[in-house]
């Protein structure tokens, strides 16, 4: 198991080198000067050289690429050139909002999946309506599932919020960033309640698409398992087959079904750019938002590198717990 883990770790070191270096190179390609973008458009060519000299841009690019390196490993993603802040300030702000909304996505995807490849197999009344559910939600691109819920929704039924993460202007914002937590920590239900109504739209349709992908793997690999040896035991000792199906059965079918929510997970913040920005959503998606009309490329090269990130380190748990739900995994 140790070695496997080194294994792991030491390739996502090597992604996150390459990842670096691609969100550099795209920087470079950009075609943008970062210096006459910051100091703008009136800066005399005295000021954006001397200034090019202090930042180091005439220097080589190999010397600058791991200059770049440098400061990503200290947590330096350079400075806006629209809020004229360090990126890793702006993200740190922004980022609390997008992780709870990739929370609570997750979550449900997990669930409304696992109930989707459990009814499937189990054959539960009333997995036939929710598999018809959310197949025909994870149809329809999340923009417009998006939409379509906040016409339906907020617009005609006035059900759930349409935007933001709050309707209180005096909500508390610490000490986590998170709305819900830090409303349930302040002890005030209201807003809390508040909080949470405003987190289920969106975080329904970022959860469909992943929850189908997870639902479906699940199905195929449970149906796999009950097919074996160890299940037939299990019946043969009287054992109820919904017993069979969630003691035995489902442990030995995790291993498939944790791959594909490392996977999804890379597709979930993907969405959750598009999903921010409809709904408003105060996070890292409404902050690159913002920055791509400015050519803020320090910007948006940072909210890639942190969602990249995020990414390859969420694979490599997932590979992890792969190897401790199924040990063979370790040995292959």
């Given at each position: 198991?140790?070695?496997?883990?080194?294994?792991?770790?030491?390739?996502?070191?090597?992604?996150?080198?390459?990842?670096?270096?691609?969100?550099?190179?795209?920087?470079?390609?950009?075609?943008?000067?970062?210096?006459?973008?910051?100091?703008?458009?009136?800066?005399?060519?005295?000021?954006?050289?001397?200034?090019?000299?202090?930042?180091?841009?005439?220097?080589?690019?190999?010397?600058?690429?791991?200059?770049?390196?440098?400061?990503?490993?200290?947590?330096?993603?350079?400075?806006?050139?629209?809020?004229?802040?360090?990126?890793?300030?702006?993200?740190?702000?922004?980022?609390?909002?997008?992780?709870?909304?990739?929370?609570?996505?997750?979550?449900?995807?997990?669930?409304?999946?696992?109930?989707?490849?459990?009814?499937?197999?189990?054959?539960?009344?009333?997995?036939?309506?929710?598999?018809?559910?959310?197949?025909?939600?994870?149809?329809?691109?999340?923009?417009?599932?998006?939409?379509?819920?906040?016409?339906?929704?907020?617009?005609?039924?006035h059900w759930l919020p349409?935007?933001?993460?709050?309707?209180?202007?005096?909500?508390?914002?610490?000490?986590?960033?998170?709305?819900?937590?830090?409303?349930?920590?302040?002890?005030?239900?209201?807003?809390?309640?508040?909080?949470?109504?405003?987190?289920?739209?969106?975080?329904?349709?970022?959860?469909?698409?992943?929850?189908?992908?997870?639902?479906?793997?699940?199905?195929?690999?449970?149906?796999?398992?009950?097919?074996?040896?160890?299940?037939?035991?299990?019946?043969?000792?009287?054992?109820?087959?919904?017993?069979?199906?969630?003691?035995?059965?489902?442990?030995?079918?995790?291993s498939a079904a944790l791959?594909?929510?490392?996977?999804?997970?890379?597709?979930?913040?993907?969405?959750?750019?598009?999903?921010?920005?409809?709904?408003?959503?105060?996070?890292?998606?409404?902050?690159?938002?913002?920055?791509i009309p400015s050519a803020?490329?320090?910007?948006?090269?940072?909210?890639?590198?942190?969602?990249?990130?995020?990414?390859?380190?969420?694979?490599?748990?997932?590979?992890?717990?792969?190897?401790?739900?199924?040990?063979?995994?370790?040995?292959?």
């Amino acid at each position: 198991m140790i070695r496997f883990v080194t294994k792991r770790l030491s390739a996502m070191v090597i992604i996150l080198v390459v990842l670096t270096a691609v969100v550099f190179l795209l920087q470079q390609a950009s075609g943008i000067n970062p210096v006459h973008a910051y100091l703008g458009a009136n800066a005399s060519q005295a000021a954006v050289a001397h200034e090019t000299k202090v930042l180091g841009y005439d220097r080589p690019i190999f010397r600058q690429f791991l200059t770049y390196i440098g400061h990503a490993v200290q947590g330096n993603l350079g400075r806006s050139l629209r809020t004229r802040d360090a990126v890793a300030t702006n993200i740190a702000s922004y980022l609390p909002a997008t992780a709870e909304l990739a929370l609570a996505g997750l979550g449900l995807a997990l669930i409304l999946g696992a109930a989707l490849g459990l009814g499937s197999v189990g054959r539960w009344r009333g997995s036939g309506v929710l598999r018809i559910i959310l197949l025909s939600g994870a149809s329809v691109p999340g923009f417009l599932l998006a939409l379509l819920g906040i016409l339906l929704l907020n617009g005609k039924l006035h059900w759930l919020p349409a935007t933001g993460d709050t309707g209180y202007n005096n909500a508390p914002t610490g000490p986590t960033g998170m709305m819900v937590v830090d409303t349930l920590l302040h002890g005030n239900l209201a807003m809390f309640w508040d909080a949470i109504v405003h987190l289920i739209l969106p975080a329904i349709c970022v959860s469909l698409g992943p929850a189908v992908s997870i639902g479906r793997v699940l199905r195929t690999s449970l149906e796999s398992s009950m097919g074996s040896d160890f299940v037939r035991t299990a019946r043969a000792k009287g054992l109820k087959e919904k017993t069979v199906l969630v003691r035995h059965a489902l442990r030995n079918s995790l291993s498939a079904a944790l791959s594909m929510t490392g996977l999804q997970v890379g597709l979930m913040f993907a969405g959750i750019v598009v999903i921010e920005t409809i709904f408003a959503w105060p996070g890292i998606g409404l902050y690159v938002e913002q920055s791509i009309p400015s050519a803020d490329f320090p910007a948006i090269a940072g909210v890639t590198l942190v969602l990249g990130v995020a990414y390859v380190v969420i694979n490599a748990v997932v590979d992890v717990l792969q190897a401790v739900v199924d040990p063979r995994v370790a040995i292959a």
